[in-house]
């Protein structure tokens, strides 16, 4: 089983319309749980952390479910600029242990 | 601020040929990380520093990879000789410490024919 698994993509929706990733991670011991965003042929950029009490950023909403090994994404309202590969990152420990990535969803927004 | 600064963007080389890239940090950040990111895949760490010492080398081909961050600032890349499974983006991210939010560099995308 992979370290981390996210959903195959791509996704492609209507502006407007609400969206939701998810991923899995493999190592209970995961402590730290992120969402990156990575335009097209551009570098990732962190998005969110992901909280265990989930947690809100304007229109995205990430969750975690530690019981069942499991972080979602949910963007609402989409927007055309929301268009681009989101990764899901794990990472094992606490500190300084490596980030862990997942292969990525991409999302395509449509007009 | 300045960001990551990589270079080369692009590169095209033969295979065994040798390759360097260059990886200036965020001034300041103390940690380095090498990830190479294959088409379709997330980014793989290859190896990691903490100022001029590697933390975490663990997924570094080293029979043909090697990087150095000599002075604790700049880093440097280096594929000798490179194979065909070797074409990738290279992205360097640096960090203010260990546990800070990592910043990613354009990356250097490298074809090996």
């Known amino acids: 089983r992979k370290e981390v698994e996210q959903d195959p993509g791509p996704f492609n929706v209507p502006e407007g319309a609400t969206v939701a990733f998810n991923c899995t991670y493999s190592?209970?011991?995961?402590?730290?749980f992120f969402w990156y965003r990575q335009d097209c042929r551009k570098e990732p950029k962190l998005l969110m952390s992901v909280y265990s009490s989930g947690n809100e950023d304007g229109r995205f909403t990430a969750q975690l479910n530690r019981a069942s090994q499991y972080i979602s994404l949910l963007i609402r309202d989409s927007k055309l600029s929301d268009s681009a590969t989101y990764l899901c990152?794990?990472?094992?420990?606490?500190?300084?242990?490596?980030?862990?990535f997942g292969k990525g969803t991409r999302l395509s927004v449509i007009a | 601020e300045a960001g990551v600064a990589q270079s080369p963007r692009y590169k095209i080389i033969e295979k065994r040929q040798s390759v360097a890239f260059w990886c200036n940090p965020i001034?300041?950040?103390?940690?380095l990380y090498w990830y190479q990111q294959i088409l379709g895949q997330g980014p793989k760490l290859l190896i990691q520093?903490?100022?001029?010492?590697?933390?975490?080398d663990s997924q570094l081909p080293k029979d043909r990879f090697s990087a150095e961050r000599l002075k604790g600032v700049d880093s440097t890349l280096k594929i000798q000789p490179a194979k065909l499974e070797d074409s990738a983006v290279y992205l360097c991210?640096?960090?203010?410490?260990?546990?800070?939010?990592?910043?990613f560099g354009p990356g250097t995308r490298l074809l090996v024919l």
């Open positions: 520093f903490q100022n001029n010492g590697v933390v975490d």
């Open positions: 991210a640096s960090s203010l410490t260990e546990q800070e939010t990592q910043y």
């Open positions: 990152v794990v990472r094992k420990y606490y500190g300084d242990t490596p980030l862990v």
């Open positions: 001034s300041g950040h103390a940690t």
């Open positions: 190592n209970s011991a995961s402590q730290s």
